[in-house]
């Protein structure tokens, strides 16, 4: 079956750092993404991995390995607006290239 | 780059009736859209992939004669919830890939549609 895990919640103190973690189980893998998504409003891209290694993007950064199943959304200088839900979505290409399945996502919540 | 806009923002309406969402990609193609469902507190479910000029697929569990999708152009997606009743409410998304990017196929969400249904 497909499955994707991470943690339910999270808190962290603003300027802190927070590493949010995502395992999967699909029968394919072409790709893992990672959104952010405040309340009530839609996703935003974050990053893409489909190799090994770590992508950095400004105060947000994503790592993946395959051979574990696993990833990381690691952001730095935590801003109060950085409270939101974080969705690690794989993307399973057996039928369609471009279905991604999502996790239940990581809400984060930003203290001063 | 990379808009996808949906119309409306948010709808209520009776049960029984039928309510059309607009999925649309401003600035890039997408020969195909996808339309998600997300439940409070609950993470995006896939409903069905919309393809340009050919029937939409649909999810195990998805009733295709009560979710209407029309893939009319490369840049609009529409979903018909027919005769709509109270569990259909939810938060409506889709999403859409630019058909110039082969590489990563990232999905760009649309504000999602608010749909309660009394």
């Known amino acids: 079956g497909q499955n994707i895990d991470q943690p339910t919640e999270m808190t962290a103190t603003e300027g802190a750092i927070v590493q949010i973690n995502c395992t999967y189980q699909t029968s394919g893998f072409n790709g893992l993404f990672w959104y952010q998504q405040h309340a009530g409003e839609a996703p935003t891209f974050l990053s893409y991995n489909v190799l090994d290694g770590l992508e950095e993007k400004g105060r947000f950064s994503s790592f993946l390995s395959r051979s574990k199943g696993y990833s990381y959304l690691l952001l730095k200088e935590l801003q109060m607006k950085d409270s939101a839900s974080y969705l690690c979505a794989v993307r399973d290409p057996p039928y369609n290239t471009d279905k991604l399945i999502f996790g239940t996502g990581t809400r984060l919540q930003v203290f001063p | 780059g990379a808009v996808v806009s949906q119309h409306p923002s948010w709808v209520i309406c009776k049960s029984g009736t039928s309510v059309k969402i607009e999925c649309r990609s401003l600035?890039?193609?997408?020969?195909?859209m996808f339309w998600y469902r997300q439940f409070p507190k609950q993470s995006l479910m896939l409903m069905a992939t919309?393809?340009?000029?050919?029937?939409?697929?649909?999810e195990q569990g998805v009733e295709k004669d009560k979710f209407l999708i029309n893939h009319a152009s490369l840049t609009l997606s529409t979903l018909t919830v027919t005769s709509a009743h109270p569990e259909d409410s939810s938060f409506y998304i889709c999403?859409?890939?630019?058909?110039?990017?082969?590489?990563?196929?990232?999905?760009?969400f649309g504000p999602g549609t608010r749909l309660t249904v009394l």
């Open positions: 999403s859409a890939s630019d058909d110039r990017d082969r590489f990563t196929d990232t999905q760009y």
């Open positions: 919309s393809n340009e000029g050919s029937k939409a697929t649909y």
């Open positions: 600035d890039f193609q997408a020969t195909t």
